[in-house]
């Protein structure tokens, strides 16, 4: 009688516990599906970048400094016996323009990128097709005093002609004593490394063009009118 009772109670706890067991597996199925499905639905679709918020490049802490070509020294030309004629020009040159701009930030020191465009000649005294001229980059306080200057070879190559233009790349660093200096209180000056006579000559609003020298085309010849 007991091995009945036994059995009759595990038989009643058997069929209490199977319909929560199988609904648990077939809960456990129906999430399988749905994930089957939710992994072929991705697979079909295609896969989506990234979004990457692009990078904000950040403001420099103030203006840049002032750069511009001195005048006196804006112009190289080389004059025989110093007496202005085209007849006696050798090598010439001009600083035709000159782009710039700056970075810097807190206390970084000014990083200003230049490029500095040359045209250049050489007249009927030069000696040949190669010339290496010479020029500066001064940095001033501004309409103070000269804080460093720096000169540079300009190695030049004609090839058989008159003139020639170059563009020279520099970077200037400037320190600042403070994250409230602004690049306004510099100034970025440029010129050639002239002679006192070049720069009278540059005063003077003299000049000659960077060809000067070049030798003239002939004239044609007259012919006879008809009769």
């Given at each position: 009688m007991?091995?009945?009772?036994t ?5 009643s706890?058997a ?11 077939s809960?456990?199925?129906?999430q399988g599906?749905?994930q089957?499905?939710?992994a ?6 295609p ?12 403001v420099n802490?103030?203006p ?7 005048y006196?020294a ?18 010439t ?26 045209n250049?000649?050489r ?5 040949g ?15 103070t005093?000269i804080?460093?200057?720096?000169y ?13 233009s ?14 409230t200096?602004s690049?306004?209180n ?6 050639f ?9 540059n ?25």
């Open positions: 007991r091995r009945v009772l059995a009759l109670a595990a038989f706890i069929a209490s516990v199977l319909p929560v067991v199988a609904e648990a597996q809960q456990r199925q129906r599906r749905g089957q499905q939710q072929s639905g991705d697979d079909a679709a896969a989506r970048a990234p979004r990457i918020a692009p990078l904000r490049r950040r802490a103030g840049c400094p002032y750069v511009k070509v001195l006196d804006a112009r190289y030309v080389e004059l025989e016996g110093g007496r202005a004629a085209v007849a006696n020009v050798g090598y040159g001009e600083i035709e323009g000159v782009s710039s701009d700056c970075e810097y930030r807190e206390s970084d020191p000014i990083r200003v990128d230049m490029n500095v465009l040359f250049l000649g007249g009927a005294q030069a000696a097709d190669q010339r290496t001229y010479r020029y500066w980059i001064a940095v001033t306080e501004r309409n005093a804080l460093s200057k720096e540079f070879d300009l190695p030049v190559n004609f090839q058989g002609q008159r003139t020639a170059v563009t020279e790349e520099r970077t200037i660093v400037i320190p600042r004593a403070e994250a200096t690049g306004s510099f100034e970025i000056l440029v010129g490394d002239v002679t006192p006579e070049m720069a009278e000559f005063r003077s609003g003299s000049r000659f063009r960077v060809n000067a020298g070049a030798t003239p085309a002939a004239p044609a010849p007259a012919t006879a009118p008809n009769p």
